[in-house]
């Protein structure tokens, strides 16, 4: 199967006094926009996805919607999940979705850092130290022969950005 690893785009920053509840903090303006255009780029590369589960908080919510809207994936197909909040666990995730949603090919998740540089190091090779940068908007295309931790992945590749938005 296909993991997809998406970062959710540019959010405001951080502040207690705006935020006092960090889950709350939104997409910027240039953010969401920005965000289309990196979704024009992923668009290009004709790629499919049967399911796209997201973290709940805001700015992760708003990025995963911006990608079903732009892609043309029915929201139908989109779910939310606490194990892809910044302190959720990834086999609790995995174990979520094999029990609800099976013989998927190809899901998309939607998170936040370190969480995602950390399942990659972990499903690559073992080590949620190793060092990976997932840029904001950044995506992730890893190949997994089932969905969860036993066996490692394969990193087909990590894009950034610029490199999405120079494809659209």
């Known amino acids: 199967m296909k993991l997809y690893l998406l970062r959710h785009a540019i959010a405001d920053l951080r502040d207690p006094v705006k935020y006092p509840d960090d889950s709350l903090r939104p997409l910027t303006k240039e953010g969401k926009e920005k965000f289309r255009r990196i979704c024009a780029g992923i668009g290009r590369l004709n790629l499919t996805f049967d399911l796209v589960v997201s973290s709940p908080y805001t700015r992760a919510?708003?990025?995963?919607?911006?990608?079903?809207?732009?892609?043309?994936?029915?929201?139908?197909?989109?779910?939310?999940?606490?194990?892809?909040?910044?302190?959720?666990?990834?086999?609790?995730?995995?174990?979520?979705?094999?029990?609800?949603?099976?013989?998927?090919?190809?899901?998309?998740?939607?998170?936040h850092e370190p969480y995602?540089?950390?399942?990659?190091?972990?499903?690559?090779?073992?080590?949620?130290?190793?060092?990976?940068?997932?840029?904001?908007?950044?995506?992730?295309?890893?190949?997994?022969?089932?969905?969860?931790?036993?066996?490692?992945a394969t990193l087909e590749w990590l894009l950034t950005p610029a490199q999405m938005i120079a494809m659209s």
């Open 116 to 152: 995602l540089s950390e399942l990659i190091g972990s499903l690559l090779c073992g080590n949620a130290a190793v060092s990976i940068t997932m840029k904001k908007g950044g995506l992730c295309c890893l190949t997994l022969t089932q969905l969860d931790f036993v066996g490692y």
């Open 61 to 111: 919510r708003q990025t995963a919607e911006i990608f079903c809207d732009e892609l043309k994936i029915s929201r139908s197909r989109l779910i939310f999940s606490e194990n892809l909040t910044p302190f959720g666990d990834p086999q609790a995730l995995f174990e979520e979705i094999s029990a609800q949603h099976a013989n998927l090919t190809s899901l998309v998740c939607v998170g």
